[in-house]
């Protein structure tokens, strides 16, 4: 089994930044993807970020140029950086993993993150 601990969520002000962090632990041979997923009330929960195991990222269109995913494989950490943050991103953010041999998705528990206008 993998366990996903994050932490860093909380109450900014617009304009702030936060700085989300996961790191997965247990029996892991290798992670490929690690993400951020959002979900705000009433909403479907969507893709805010993604990087593979090489590096390359991907961003959902409202937080490109102000968020900012990377990963530590020696640590299996995944952070998120947060900047100019809006009320829009008020939401509780996921942690998302995908390991390899096998391969299995595994989410975390979720952060809260509130945008004060």
């Known amino acids: 089994q993998v366990q996903l601990v994050e932490s860093g969520g909380g109450l900014v002000q617009a304009g702030g930044s936060l700085r989300l962090s996961c790191a997965a632990s247990g029996r892991i041979f290798r992670i490929s993807v690690m993400g951020w997923y959002r979900q705000a009330p009433g909403n479907q929960r969507e893709l805010v970020a993604r990087i593979s195991i090489g590096g390359s990222t991907n961003y959902a269109d409202s937080v490109k140029g102000r968020f900012t995913i990377s990963r530590d494989n020696a640590k299996n950490t995944v952070y998120l950086e947060m900047n100019s943050l809006k009320p829009e991103d008020t939401a509780v953010y996921f942690c998302?993993?995908?390991?390899?041999?096998?391969?299995?998705?595994?989410w975390g528990q979720g952060t809260q993150v509130t945008v004060s206008s």
């Open positions: 998302y993993v995908q390991t390899l041999l096998p391969t299995r998705d595994y």
